[in-house]
């Protein structure tokens, strides 16, 4: 009986110890959680010390040389203490266990952060590659060309080509000197797909901001423009075609996926500009850092 209530003792204090070890997780939350281990502490202190107490007052303090003395105090400590320390060491492991989850939770999410920040990085050194940067200078030119025209659609004429070609995917020309080629397709492609790519990253927000918003901003109003352009024509092509007339089909639900525009709506929100007219979000002078 002496051994099984010194070893009841023992693995609880030796859990009170194990608990010590969250104690810089712990205090990293809140001072009321090491209220708690010292509270067990104290528990478990006073469930030792109450019934000695007791028991010297109530039979004497003084060393017995007789076994059956020795074999009373035991049977009397045992059956006072280890339902309370049985108890309290459930109550102990119980917190440990929550504690230990929460460690781990926390601990997985700092891993998960340091790993969408990596992605992220490798994004940004993607977008600075030799290809998007080939990409984008010639997207900036497409550009230029269709902020050059803003103003009332009937004085369209290099949006309502570059609109047609998005849409058919084909390079359309306007006369002998202005045209838009296959190459200025895919470059406005991949500026779109690459922003396309960015909306995924919902909880990303403080990392594409800190990466100067993959510079999203001096892009903005020409893809949202365009994108909402290129989507009321592909709604209209995609409502009028007969071969989607087909039973079970969904053409609204297609329709809504081939928008190019959710991903730009979704990008503006993790980027905090939702709301924000279709305005370049830059300074107006025009330099070669525009382009990204």
Not at 169 to 180: A, Q, S
Not at 186 to 195: C, E, L, M, T
Not at 231 to 248: H, R
Request: aromatic share 14%.
């Amino acid at each position: 009986m002496i051994l099984y209530f010194i070893f009841i003792i023992v693995n609880t204090n030796a859990q009170l110890i194990n608990a010590q070890m969250f104690k810089f997780h712990l205090s990293t939350r809140s001072k009321i959680h090491d209220y708690i281990v010292y509270f067990f502490l104290a528990v478990s202190i006073l469930c030792i010390a109450i019934p000695i107490w007791l028991y010297i007052n109530s039979w004497g303090g003084h060393l017995s040389a007789k076994q059956v003395d020795w074999d009373f105090f035991s049977t009397f400590m045992g059956g006072t203490l280890g339902p309370i320390i049985a108890t309290l060491s459930l109550l102990v492991t119980t917190y440990i266990v929550y504690e230990f989850n929460v460690y781990q939770k926390d601990k997985n999410r700092k891993a998960d952060g340091e790993q969408l920040q990596q992605t992220t990085i490798n994004l940004f050194k993607e977008f600075r590659s030799p290809q998007m940067a080939a990409s984008r200078s010639v997207a900036w030119k497409l550009k230029k060309k269709w902020d050059a025209e803003s103003g009332a659609s009937n004085n369209w004429r290099f949006r309502k080509a570059l609109i047609e070609a998005m849409v058919n995917e084909k390079h359309v020309v306007l006369d002998d000197d202005n045209y838009i080629s296959n190459e200025d397709l895919r470059a406005v492609n991949d500026i779109i797909s690459f922003y396309t790519m960015l909306s995924l990253y919902q909880d990303n927000g403080h990392n594409i901001k800190a990466l100067n918003y993959f510079y999203y901003p001096w892009w903005r109003a020409f893809l949202v423009e365009l994108c909402k352009e290129v989507e009321e024509l592909t709604c209209c092509c995609i409502v009028q075609n007969p071969a989607l007339s087909l039973q079970g089909f969904d053409v609204g639900d297609y329709s809504d996926n081939m928008k190019m525009g959710n991903a730009l709506r979704a990008l503006d929100v993790i980027c905090v500009f939702k709301g924000l007219p279709a305005v370049d979000l830059i300074c107006g002078f025009d330099n070669a850092v525009m382009q990204g």
